[in-house]
């Protein structure tokens, strides 16, 4: 009976263990991404190299306080000019020195700014650092940055795929419409997280960010730009009721400030 009990209980404790390494395994792969709001993330690779992207936070109503300042940063990825992608980048690199990587005529308005390691690439390149691997992609979307009564040029808007160390891939889409080529992003890169607009309005809505979810093929996918601001419409109930018809994707809802590992 003793021995019978025993080995219930190590059978279960076992399998428990296997349980919780599949689950902790199950998503970023030893990375840890956290949502700070609007379609701002900070990326921690499974080495510990520090990412930001579209680091909007001090402006950022959703950020939680204890988030809008950043202490250390290896790489920004700012997807286009506009202020809620834009954000703190100029801040945020002056006090890290962290290498700032946008399509270069966004590239040369920051280094105007005063950043000094910026990174100027364009759509289709691969830029590899700390050995991770970043590929612009399309968007289609409008770029500039505004200041007074001016509009300054800052180049095409992009997406990032940011491939880490692992191989874990994540796609970020920055702001964008719908467009065909999502298809090709899915089947060349193979992100198996998407982060999709789908507040509407600017972006995509929660109808148009499933057809996107289809066409990437991820394994998760999590909304971002919705709610931040009140002509963003496009609700997470939406999309996460519309989502049912990609049964092959898993929606995260992250609240700002929370982290998937
Ligand atoms: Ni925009
Ligand atoms: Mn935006």
Do not use: C
Not at 5 to 23: N, P, Y
Not at 110 to 128: E, R, S, W
Not at 223 to 237: D, I, Q, S
């Amino acid at each position: 009976m003793k021995k019978m009990t025993l080995m219930v209980w190590v059978v279960g404790v076992s399998l428990l263990m296997i349980s919780t390494l599949i689950f902790a395994e199950e998503i970023g792969k030893g990375a840890k991404i956290t949502y700070l709001g609007h379609s701002a993330f900070r990326v921690i690779s499974p080495k510990g190299v520090i990412l930001y992207i579209d680091p909007f936070l001090s402006g950022n109503p959703k950020t939680p306080p204890d988030m809008k300042t950043v202490e250390r940063a290896d790489l920004i990825l700012v997807t286009h000019g506009h202020g809620d992608h834009l954000g703190d980048t100029v801040s945020i690199a002056e006090k890290t020195n962290a290498k700032v990587v946008g399509i270069p005529e966004l590239g040369r308005y920051l280094a105007k700014k005063g950043v000094k390691n910026v990174i100027g690439m364009n759509k289709g390149g691969t830029y590899t650092s700390h050995g991770i691997a970043i590929t612009m992609v399309h968007a289609t979307h409008s770029s500039s940055s505004t200041e007074g009564d001016q509009i300054i040029y800052t180049g095409d808007p992009a997406g990032f795929v940011i491939r880490l160390e692992n191989g874990f891939t994540i796609y970020h889409a920055g702001d964008t419409g719908l467009f065909g080529d999502m298809k090709l992003i899915g089947e060349l890169y193979r992100p198996e997280l998407s982060l999709l607009p789908i507040g509407s309005h600017y972006t995509m809505d929660p109808k148009e960010a499933t057809s996107a979810a289809k066409l990437l093929g991820s394994k998760y996918v999590i909304p971002m730009h919705y709610g931040t601001f009140p002509v963003l419409t496009g609700t997470v109930e939406e999309f996460l009721k519309l989502m049912k018809e990609v049964p092959q994707a898993k929606v995260l809802v992250l609240k700002p400030g929370e982290t998937i590992q």
